[in-house]
Structure formats: structure tokens, C-alpha cells
């Protein structure tokens, strides 16, 4: 048998893809399945993004080309992101990878070393800790709860460093939770951060869906000494509905961004050319701009639905989002955990939802509302069955 390396041993499978492995099977077999676990807009990708990397394909754009991405669209990159997030980064600065999740490993194998500690913000994107481990570093989670809106605090984020403290990793809009810090709540941990000398990796993916008035502040842009202590993830699969494109982009000092580079360039190399054609229309062409506006309003309608018809289920308490497409509700009340609760709501009642266990909150489920409303009223509805059913064995 073969002998795989120990850091391998450790890593935990994706719980959202076997989830949905399962619910497509059942689908397949002819159930009615009510997928809430799509992480994922059920959105097809705008019209102009296509027809330019269709344009690109007919160009003869099928070359290898530079591993840290096509210079205009590494200036076009750059450009966004000093006019609307407010961060002055140069085309040198910019880091084209293939999808926002390879962005941030790259940065964290770059960054972090064995006996490095990375704060994480609990709950969690599921691959964060997974990567850190990659690395050799170690995570040190930091528990959020409804009552904090799912936010840290200056305080707990004080209370938590140490001298092996390399990291911070901060993810708003969040993924699973929805929630959005507010620009005084991000200086209040900018402070801290710079009294420690922190890094901080800003995984910034959800920016666009932001809902109720709420806006997305890029923690960089909160002064020069901010900005030279954060590196800014993001991509085009969320609010452009390009999952399948995978292209992200990283931005950070100009050597970190070197060193990703390079990472990159001995496992992945350059993202296909065409696909950068489309990410230069999804940044440029004004009809894109239009789709996006109207995705947000969908989503934002979306989630006023979901959240409405959960938080009306007895036995569920729910924080209300402000961005991403995901709720969160806590299920303790029904005295399952996570992972038993979605298993039994797949089986019995055909409603795809994803463990909270998988985000590091074995008392609560994610609930995506990135499909349609018929499919959100019915799944809704199916779970406050099954909901009521679990009270009821409890009573």
C-alpha cells in the first residue's frame, strides 16, 4: 500500500460536496430533492462575458500565457480595486488564480510557517483551517455567536494573540454566516492589529452581495498602514455567477505577491486565457454592471423569503443576513447534530442543507438561498416538518 505524507492524514473532505453528491443521486433517482446547499448563484453567467471568451476562443486565444495573469487584466484588476474598495495596489500587485480558493492557499504557503498561529473567526469557511495545516501552521478559532452578530471583537481578538500570532484571516460579506462588518467594527480591529503587527488576509469574495443598506468595506483601505499589512482575495464566481470559470485574483505587497506567483507557477501555472477575456468583460462591459444590480435584488429577495419563513419556525433561532446567499440557523433545540440533522432532513424529508460541523458550529445548519423562491418556500416549509417532528420526540 502506498504510504501518503502526514500532512495529508489530517484533512477533513468537503461535508458540502458530499452533501451534494448525495442530493443529486437521490435527484437522479427520480426524488424530489430541494437543494438549500448550493454554494453557488443558480444564475447562468451574463451574455457579454461569454461572447468575449467565445471571441478570445476564435482569436486563437488557447496559448500558455504569464502565470501571474494577462497584463491588462491585471491593470483592470487593479484599477477596480483602488476605485471602488479603495486600495492602491499596482498591476505588480495583482496575483490572476485559478478560482479565489487557490488566491488564498497560495498567500497562506507563502505566509505561514510550522509553529505559526492563524486567527480564524468562527464559523468559518471550511477550507481556512484546512489550508493552514497544509502550511504547517496552526489555527486558533475564534467563536462568534448570534449575539455578536457573528463578528469578533476587539477584545477577543486582543486576548487571543500571542507571540506565534502571523495571521488574521477575516471573511465579510461572511460564508456561512452572511454577516457584513461595519467600517467602525473593522477599525476597531484594525487598531489591534497594527499594535501587534499582524497580517491580515481579507477574503473579500461576497463583496457585491451585500443587502438592507449595508456596505462592503475593505479592511486595506482603512489607511496606509492597513494597506501594507493585508492581502485582498477575490474572484468572479459569486457575483458574476462564473463558478465554472475559476478566476480569482490576490493583491498584497509586491513580494508576497512574487512568492504566491511562484507557488502558482510550479502547480497551476497561468488561468486559461480565455477565461480571462470574460473577466475583462465582467469587469468592463456596462451591460454586466446591469446584471449584477439585478442578481443583488433577486438574492436580496431571496433571503427575505428565507429568512421570514425560517425564523418563523418554532424551535429554530436564525441571525438575519446582510450579504453572501446563506443562512444560518441554530438547530439545538431539536437535540441532533448537524450532521445527523441534514442526513435525516436528505432521507426523510428530500432537502439538501450543509452541517455546520463542516464550518466549525456543530449547532447549526447553512441554508443557501441561491436557487429559486418555489424551491426556498417547499424546502423551507419540508424543514419546518421535520423540525416539528424532532420537538416532538424531544417532548
Same mark, same amino acid.
Not at 492524514?9 to 458530499?18: G, I, R
Not at 462564473?242 to 505587497?253: D, F, K, N, Q, S
Given at each position: 500500500?502506498?504510504?501518503?505524507?502526514?500532512?495529508?492524514?489530517?484533512?477533513?473532505?468537503?461535508?458540502?460536496?458530499?452533501?451534494?453528491?448525495?442530493?443529486?443521486?437521490?435527484?437522479?433517482?427520480?426524488?424530489?430533492?430541494?437543494?438549500?446547499?448550493?454554494?453557488?448563484?443558480?444564475?447562468?453567467?451574463?451574455?457579454?462575458?461569454?461572447?468575449?471568451?467565445?471571441?478570445?476562443?476564435?482569436?486563437?486565444?488557447?496559448?500558455?500565457?504569464?502565470? /501571474?495573469?494577462? &497584463? @491588462?487584466? %491585471?491593470?483592470? !484588476?487593479?484599477?477596480?480595486?483602488?476605485?471602488?474598495? +479603495?486600495?492602491? *495596489?499596482?498591476?505588480?500587485?495583482?496575483?490572476?488564480?485559478?478560482?479565489?480558493?487557490?488566491?488564498?492557499?497560495?498567500?497562506?504557503?507563502?505566509?505561514?510557517?510550522?509553529?505559526?498561529?492563524?486567527?480564524?473567526?468562527?464559523?468559518?469557511?471550511?477550507?481556512?483551517?484546512?489550508?493552514?495545516?497544509?502550511?504547517?501552521?496552526?489555527?486558533?478559532?475564534?467563536?462568534?455567536?448570534?449575539?455578536?452578530?457573528?463578528?469578533?471583537?476587539?477584545?477577543?481578538?486582543?486576548? /487571543?494573540?500571542? &507571540? @506565534?500570532? %502571523?495571521?488574521? !484571516?477575516?471573511?465579510?460579506?461572511?460564508?456561512?454566516? +452572511?454577516?457584513? *462588518?461595519?467600517?467602525?467594527?473593522?477599525?476597531?480591529?484594525?487598531?489591534?492589529?497594527?499594535?501587534?503587527?499582524?497580517?491580515?488576509?481579507?477574503?473579500?469574495?461576497?463583496?457585491?452581495?451585500?443587502?438592507?443598506?449595508?456596505?462592503?468595506?475593505?479592511?486595506?483601505?482603512?489607511?496606509?498602514?492597513?494597506?501594507a499589512r493585508t492581502i485582498t482575495s477575490g474572484g468572479f464566481s459569486k457575483a458574476f455567477a462564473m463558478t465554472g470559470w475559476r478566476l480569482g485574483y490576490l493583491a498584497g505587497p509586491t513580494d508576497l505577491i512574487g512568492a504566491a506567483g511562484a507557488i502558482q507557477s510550479h502547480s497551476t501555472s497561468n488561468v486559461a486565457a480565455y477565461s480571462q477575456a470574460g473577466a475583462l468583460a465582467a469587469l468592463e462591459d456596462p451591460q454586466v454592471a446591469l446584471e449584477v444590480e439585478r442578481?443583488?435584488?433577486?438574492?436580496?429577495?431571496?433571503?427575505?423569503?428565507?429568512?421570514?419563513?425560517?425564523?418563523?419556525?418554532?424551535?429554530?433561532?436564525?441571525?438575519?443576513?446582510?450579504?453572501?446567499?446563506?443562512?444560518?440557523?441554530?438547530?439545538?433545540?431539536?437535540?441532533?447534530?448537524?450532521?445527523?440533522?441534514?442526513?435525516?432532513?436528505?432521507?426523510?424529508?428530500?432537502?439538501?442543507?450543509?452541517?455546520?460541523?463542516?464550518?466549525?458550529?456543530?449547532?447549526?445548519?447553512?441554508?443557501?438561498?441561491?436557487?429559486?423562491?418555489?424551491?426556498?418556500?417547499?424546502?423551507?416549509?419540508?424543514?419546518?416538518?421535520?423540525?416539528?417532528?424532532?420537538?416532538?420526540?424531544?417532548?
Amino acid at each position: 500500500m502506498s504510504r501518503l505524507a502526514t500532512r495529508v492524514a489530517s484533512l477533513t473532505p468537503s461535508l458540502t460536496l458530499a452533501i451534494a453528491a448525495k442530493a443529486k443521486a437521490l435527484a437522479a433517482g427520480g426524488v424530489d430533492v430541494c437543494g438549500l446547499s448550493a454554494g453557488e448563484p443558480d444564475f447562468d453567467t451574463p451574455a457579454p462575458i461569454k461572447a468575449a471568451a467565445k471571441a478570445a476562443l476564435d482569436r486563437g486565444e488557447t496559448k500558455y500565457g504569464p502565470v /501571474a495573469g494577462q &497584463p @491588462r487584466l %491585471r491593470e483592470r !484588476i487593479a484599477r477596480k480595486l483602488e476605485r471602488e474598495n +479603495g486600495l492602491p *495596489y499596482t498591476p505588480e500587485q495583482i496575483l490572476v488564480t485559478n478560482g479565489g480558493k487557490q488566491g488564498l492557499y497560495n498567500a497562506i504557503m507563502a505566509l505561514i510557517e510550522p509553529g505559526d498561529a492563524v486567527l480564524i473567526p468562527s464559523p468559518y469557511w471550511l477550507s481556512y483551517p484546512e489550508m493552514v495545516s497544509l502550511a504547517g501552521g496552526t489555527s486558533v478559532l475564534l467563536p462568534t455567536t448570534e449575539a455578536t452578530g457573528f463578528k469578533i471583537t476587539p477584545e477577543q481578538l486582543e486576548a /487571543a494573540i500571542t &507571540p @506565534r500570532t %502571523r495571521l488574521l !484571516i477575516l471573511n465579510s460579506p461572511s460564508n456561512p454566516t +452572511g454577516m457584513v *462588518y461595519s467600517r467602525p467594527e473593522l477599525e476597531a480591529i484594525t487598531e489591534v492589529v497594527l499594535r501587534h503587527d499582524l497580517m491580515v488576509l481579507s477574503d473579500e469574495i461576497y463583496e457585491k452581495l451585500v443587502y438592507d443598506g449595508a456596505r462592503h468595506h475593505s479592511i486595506g483601505g482603512l489607511g496606509r498602514e492597513m494597506f501594507a499589512r493585508t492581502i485582498t482575495s477575490g474572484g468572479f464566481s459569486k457575483a458574476f455567477a462564473m463558478t465554472g470559470w475559476r478566476l480569482g485574483y490576490l493583491a498584497g505587497p509586491t513580494d508576497l505577491i512574487g512568492a504566491a506567483g511562484a507557488i502558482q507557477s510550479h502547480s497551476t501555472s497561468n488561468v486559461a486565457a480565455y477565461s480571462q477575456a470574460g473577466a475583462l468583460a465582467a469587469l468592463e462591459d456596462p451591460q454586466v454592471a446591469l446584471e449584477v444590480e439585478r442578481m443583488v435584488r433577486v438574492f436580496a429577495e431571496r433571503r427575505t423569503a428565507m429568512y421570514d419563513a425560517v425564523a418563523a419556525i418554532p424551535g429554530l433561532r436564525c441571525a438575519r443576513a446582510q450579504g453572501a446567499f446563506y443562512l444560518l440557523p441554530d438547530i439545538s433545540a431539536t437535540g441532533l447534530n448537524s450532521t445527523a440533522f441534514c442526513e435525516q432532513l436528505l432521507d426523510q424529508f428530500h432537502v439538501a442543507a450543509v452541517p455546520g460541523i463542516a464550518f466549525g458550529s456543530d449547532s447549526h445548519v447553512r441554508l443557501s438561498y441561491a436557487t429559486d423562491l418555489d424551491t426556498i418556500y417547499k424546502g423551507v416549509e419540508r424543514l419546518g416538518q421535520f423540525v416539528r417532528q424532532c420537538l416532538a420526540v424531544r417532548a
